[in-house]
């Protein structure tokens, strides 16, 4: 399990770095972060929310960034990714 983080507003999020058989090496965020980039419209808050997001392939609930690979992979499967 490879374990990142990114900073927005100065705090650390967790990424979680997941080798995916069509697009190589990906980063998944929790759906936490996103909330906080996006406003109610789904546009991002600001440049450095845009920049975060430009890294991010996929976000998932924050409770399954504690996932084995394994069943990260399977839920990210299941979400048709």
Sequence with gaps: MTIESIEFNQKEYI??????????????AGTSLQDLLFNEDSVAISAEAEYVDEKIFFYVEDKYLEFSDRKLKKLLVEYDI
Excluded: M, S
């Design 15 to 28: 990424l979680r770095d997941i080798e995916l058989p069509e697009f190589g090496f990906v980063f998944i």
